[in-house]
């Protein structure tokens, strides 16, 4: 998929000068090795059509970890009061 990034479509707060920060960070310690897994939600200005053997599914469907799972709920709050 190609998109074209913008921090216009980020749905945390915008960011600072210094750094975009996440909506969450999460390691995951391996023998050898340590993973650091930042997340950011981010907005597609317009529906992508997914490649072959892709598929969209709700947010409520796919493995998400309980903090992306908030932070998505929290947005979505906050939208729905914004625009009601």
Same mark, same amino acid.
């Given at each position: 998929?190609?998109?074209?990034?913008?921090? $216009?479509?980020?749905?945390?707060?915008? !960011?600072? =000068? =210094?750094?975009?920060? !996440?909506?969450?960070?999460? #390691?995951? #310690?391996?023998?050898?090795?340590?993973?650091?897994?930042? &997340?950011?939600?981010?907005?597609?200005? +317009?529906?992508? @059509?997914?490649? =072959?053997?892709?598929?969209?599914? !709700?947010?409520?469907?796919?493995?998400?970890?309980? $903090? &992306?799972? +908030?932070? @998505? +709920?929290?947005?979505?709050?906050?939208?729905? #009061?914004?625009?009601?």
């Amino acid at each position: 998929l190609e998109i074209i990034g913008s921090v $216009d479509y980020l749905a945390q707060e915008k !960011p600072t =000068e =210094e750094a975009i920060l !996440p909506v969450t960070m999460n #390691t995951t #310690t391996e023998e050898h090795f340590q993973q650091l897994i930042f &997340v950011y939600l981010y907005f597609l200005p +317009q529906r992508r @059509i997914p490649a =072959e053997h892709w598929q969209w599914v !709700p947010y409520q469907q796919a493995k998400l970890l309980p $903090d &992306v799972i +908030q932070a @998505i +709920q929290n947005r979505q709050t906050n939208l729905n #009061t914004e625009y009601s």
